[in-house]
């Protein structure tokens, strides 16, 4: 009885005293995305064109759906330095796959995407996996392993493809992954949606989305209430590790073969940034993905404009340094007003 009272106290404590904090970043996220699209709009006659739209709805659903799984991630107390090797592992190990499962077959082009496409995702659940035991049973910091993990997979990658793209896969799984539209918005976009409301639903409603909270937000109040710490701790790291993947596919569907060049480590900076962006505390425990959908969608934008305005590339990163330290004062101002109440 106690303990549960000691639990259900901590997630109110930990939900009120950033509450100024959620409502600045909910505010100050819109505001600066109408600054950038109506000034980039007046200084750039192509960037409110349809096809540069389609094009940042596209880019914004790849980030959106890594940034979903880092922020679960990071709601739970840990770090994924590895979703970016992650991309380009599943995007070698899906058209490897798929290839050689259309030579051998040579039957229905179906039967070689759902082999390559099951392949794809089992690297990156598999990598989450080993991410997710280090982690929880060898109590390894998340930022170490991941960061060993991250290494060691995109090394990988680079030795199934000597850094030589893998072609020869069916063309259907192009055409209707990678290049298909529905009401004139790519396959891309619709999946991303279908994840971010998935996530949203488990954030919510689900027990598993719950005990992420209270194991980010206050360990020792969800040990001493009974919450199953380390499975739920590496559930974390699966689902980052196959949402990662999952972008590796659709890349991959998108360029046309599978590149181990493919994510790296801007995905990786991107998808953090996301996080800490859209209202993730880096300390765990706060953080909803609908809102780091919106700073994915806020980052893509900025990095569009930054180029339809020929911002030099090696200042651009400037850019997302200052927003991020923006972002983590504002963590920090919440944390300290909390203390004080």
Same mark, same amino acid.
């Given at each position: 009885?106690?303990? =549960?009272?000691?639990l259900?106290?901590?997630?109110?404590?930990a939900?009120?005293?950033?509450?100024?904090?959620?409502?600045?970043?909910?505010?100050?996220?819109p505001?600066?995305?109408?600054?950038?699209?109506?000034?980039?709009s007046?200084?750039?006659?192509?960037?409110?064109?349809w096809?540069n739209?389609?094009?940042?709805?596209?880019?914004?659903?790849?980030l %959106?759906?890594? %940034?979903?799984?880092?922020?679960?991630?990071?709601?739970?107390?840990?770090?994924?330095?590895?979703?970016?090797?992650?991309?380009?592992?599943a995007?070698? !190990?899906?058209?490897?796959?798929?290839a050689?499962?259309a030579?051998a077959?040579?039957?229905p082009?179906?039967?070689?995407?759902?082999?390559?496409?099951?392949?794809?995702?089992g690297s990156g659940?598999?990598?989450g996996? $080993? &991410?997710?035991?280090?982690?929880?049973?060898?109590?390894?910091?998340?930022?170490?392993? =991941?960061?060993? =993990?991250?290494?060691?997979?995109?090394?990988i990658?680079?030795?199934?493809?000597?850094?030589?793209?893998?072609?020869?896969?069916p063309?259907? $799984?192009?055409?209707?992954?990678?290049?298909?539209?529905?009401?004139g918005?790519?396959?891309?976009?619709?999946?991303a949606?279908?994840?971010?409301?998935v996530?949203?639903?488990?954030?919510r409603?689900t027990?598993f989305?719950?005990y992420?909270?209270?194991?980010?937000? &206050?360990?020792? %109040?969800?040990? !001493?209430?009974?919450?199953?710490?380390r499975?739920?701790l590496?559930?974390?790291?699966?689902?980052?590790?196959?949402?990662?993947?999952?972008?590796?596919?659709?890349?991959?569907?998108?360029?046309?073969?599978?590149?181990?060049?493919?994510?790296?480590d801007?995905?990786m900076?991107?998808?953090?940034?996301? %996080?800490v962006?859209?209202g993730?505390?880096l300390?765990?425990?706060?953080?909803?993905?609908?809102?780091?959908?919106?700073?994915?969608?806020?980052?893509t934008?900025?990095?569009n404009?930054?180029?339809?305005?020929?911002?030099?590339?090696?200042?651009?990163?400037? $850019?997302?340094?200052?927003?991020?330290?923006?972002?983590?004062?504002?963590?920090?101002?919440?944390?300290?007003?909390?203390?004080?109440v």
């Amino acid at each position: 009885m106690n303990s =549960t009272a000691t639990l259900s106290s901590g997630n109110r404590t930990a939900s009120s005293g950033d509450a100024l904090d959620l409502v600045l970043r909910i505010g100050l996220l819109p505001i600066l995305m109408a600054i950038v699209i109506v000034g980039t709009s007046l200084m750039s006659p192509y960037f409110l064109g349809w096809m540069n739209i389609v094009n940042i709805l596209r880019m914004a659903s790849f980030l %959106a759906i890594i %940034a979903c799984g880092q922020a679960l991630v990071i709601i739970a107390g840990g770090f994924d330095l590895s979703v970016g090797a992650v991309v380009a592992l599943a995007s070698v !190990v899906t058209a490897k796959a798929m290839a050689a499962a259309a030579s051998a077959i040579g039957g229905p082009d179906i039967v070689a995407i759902v082999i390559g496409i099951g392949a794809g995702l089992g690297s990156g659940l598999a990598v989450g996996l $080993f &991410n997710g035991i280090c982690v929880s049973r060898l109590k390894v910091s998340g930022f170490v392993v =991941t960061l060993g =993990t991250m290494s060691a997979t995109a090394g990988i990658g680079l030795l199934l493809t000597n850094g030589i793209p893998v072609y020869g896969m069916p063309k259907a $799984f192009v055409q209707a992954i990678g290049r298909s539209q529905f009401l004139g918005f790519p396959l891309a976009i619709y999946i991303a949606l279908a994840v971010i409301l998935v996530m949203v639903f488990v954030q919510r409603r689900t027990l598993f989305g719950r005990y992420v909270y209270a194991i980010g937000g &206050n360990l020792d %109040a969800a040990v !001493v209430s009974g919450v199953s710490i380390r499975p739920h701790l590496v559930g974390t790291y699966v689902v980052s590790g196959g949402l990662a993947a999952l972008v590796g596919i659709l890349l991959t569907a998108l360029v046309g073969s599978g590149q181990a060049s493919l994510g790296g480590d801007a995905m990786m900076l991107q998808s953090i940034a996301a %996080a800490v962006i859209g209202g993730v505390s880096l300390r765990g425990g706060i953080g909803r993905v609908e809102i780091v959908a919106v700073a994915a969608l806020f980052l893509t934008i900025l990095g569009n404009a930054l180029n339809l305005l020929h911002i030099d590339s090696r200042i651009q990163p400037i $850019f997302l340094g200052l927003i991020m330290v923006l972002a983590v004062a504002l963590d920090e101002f919440s944390r300290r007003r909390t203390s004080r109440v």
